[in-house]
Protein backbone atom coordinates (compact mmCIF):
# COMPACT_ATOMS: atom_id res chain seq x y z
CA UNK A 1 0.00 0.00 0.00
CA UNK A 2 1.26 3.68 -0.87
CA UNK A 3 0.24 6.74 -0.33
CA UNK A 4 -0.65 8.93 -3.13
CA UNK A 5 -1.59 12.51 -3.38
CA UNK A 6 -5.91 13.29 -4.18
CA UNK A 7 -6.08 15.32 -7.56
CA UNK A 8 -8.55 17.32 -6.57
CA UNK A 9 -7.63 18.04 -2.69
CA UNK A 10 -3.98 17.19 -2.70
CA UNK A 11 -4.97 15.17 0.51
CA UNK A 12 -2.88 12.22 1.08
CA UNK A 13 -4.85 8.93 0.34
CA UNK A 14 -3.77 5.10 -0.14
CA UNK A 15 -3.67 3.87 -3.87
CA UNK A 16 -6.03 0.86 -2.80
CA UNK A 17 -8.77 3.43 -1.89
CA UNK A 18 -12.10 3.98 -4.10
CA UNK A 19 -12.49 7.63 -3.54
CA UNK A 20 -11.00 10.62 -1.51
CA UNK A 21 -12.22 10.09 2.40
CA UNK A 22 -12.00 14.15 2.20
CA UNK A 23 -13.02 15.06 -0.86
CA UNK A 24 -14.74 12.00 -2.84
CA UNK A 25 -12.76 12.36 -5.86
CA UNK A 26 -12.65 8.41 -7.52
CA UNK A 27 -9.02 7.29 -6.90
CA UNK A 28 -8.60 4.14 -8.24
CA UNK A 29 -11.29 4.40 -11.08
CA UNK A 30 -9.19 7.30 -12.53
CA UNK A 31 -6.01 4.77 -13.37
CA UNK A 32 -8.51 2.34 -14.67
CA UNK A 33 -10.66 4.99 -16.46
CA UNK A 34 -9.16 7.01 -18.12
CA UNK A 35 -6.86 4.51 -21.35
CA UNK A 36 -10.38 3.23 -22.09
CA UNK A 37 -11.91 6.39 -22.81
CA UNK A 38 -8.91 7.19 -25.16
CA UNK A 39 -9.28 3.54 -26.54
CA UNK A 40 -13.46 4.85 -27.16
CA UNK A 41 -12.45 7.65 -28.69
CA UNK A 42 -10.15 5.92 -31.14
CA UNK A 43 -12.72 3.63 -32.01
CA UNK A 44 -15.48 6.30 -32.64
CA UNK A 45 -12.80 7.80 -35.32
CA UNK A 46 -11.86 4.69 -36.83
CA UNK A 47 -15.42 4.12 -37.19
CA UNK A 48 -15.36 7.67 -38.59
CA UNK A 49 -12.90 6.86 -41.08
CA UNK A 50 -14.19 3.32 -42.12
CA UNK A 51 -18.15 5.28 -43.12
CA UNK A 52 -15.96 7.63 -44.91
CA UNK A 53 -14.63 5.00 -46.91
CA UNK A 54 -17.94 3.71 -47.42
CA UNK A 55 -19.72 6.74 -48.53
CA UNK A 56 -16.18 7.01 -51.17
CA UNK A 57 -17.07 3.29 -51.93
CA UNK A 58 -20.83 4.38 -52.73
CA UNK A 59 -20.16 7.53 -54.59
CA UNK A 60 -18.01 5.90 -57.22
CA UNK A 61 -20.95 2.73 -57.42
CA UNK A 62 -23.31 5.66 -57.99
CA UNK A 63 -20.99 7.97 -60.59
CA UNK A 64 -19.70 5.49 -62.68
CA UNK A 65 -22.68 3.46 -64.17
CA UNK A 66 -24.74 7.22 -64.74
CA UNK A 67 -21.80 8.57 -66.14
CA UNK A 68 -20.85 5.75 -68.75
CA UNK A 69 -24.39 5.78 -69.90
CA UNK A 70 -25.24 9.79 -69.71
CA UNK A 71 -22.31 12.09 -69.16
CA UNK A 72 -21.99 14.59 -66.24
CA UNK A 73 -25.41 15.47 -66.98
CA UNK A 74 -27.04 12.47 -65.53
CA UNK A 75 -27.82 13.63 -61.70
CA UNK A 76 -27.01 10.74 -60.30
CA UNK A 77 -23.34 11.51 -61.23
CA UNK A 78 -23.65 14.25 -59.19
CA UNK A 79 -25.18 13.11 -56.53
CA UNK A 80 -21.84 10.26 -56.85
CA UNK A 81 -19.06 13.05 -56.90
CA UNK A 82 -21.05 14.64 -54.10
CA UNK A 83 -21.37 11.45 -51.87
CA UNK A 84 -17.59 10.63 -53.02
CA UNK A 85 -16.49 14.16 -51.64
CA UNK A 86 -18.62 13.46 -48.62
CA UNK A 87 -16.85 10.39 -48.03
CA UNK A 88 -13.21 11.59 -48.24
CA UNK A 89 -14.23 14.89 -46.42
CA UNK A 90 -15.59 11.87 -43.12
CA UNK A 91 -12.25 10.50 -43.45
CA UNK A 92 -10.50 12.62 -43.65
CA UNK A 93 -12.10 14.24 -40.49
CA UNK A 94 -11.57 11.07 -38.62
CA UNK A 95 -7.95 10.44 -39.51
CA UNK A 96 -6.99 13.85 -38.36
CA UNK A 97 -9.10 13.64 -35.47
CA UNK A 98 -7.79 10.30 -34.12
CA UNK A 99 -4.15 12.25 -35.28
CA UNK A 100 -5.75 15.10 -32.57
CA UNK A 101 -6.85 12.52 -29.57
CA UNK A 102 -3.73 10.64 -30.01
CA UNK A 103 -0.84 13.10 -29.33
ZN1 LIG B 1 -9.55 14.56 -2.08
Redesign the pocket.
Known amino acids: MTLIN?S??G?E?SDKATA?P??G?PIGAQHIKQPTLIEQTSKTWKFTQLLGWILMLFGVFIFFPSFNMRGLRDPMAGLGILVFSLGILTALVGKFEAWWHHS
Do not use: A
Open positions: CECRVCNCN
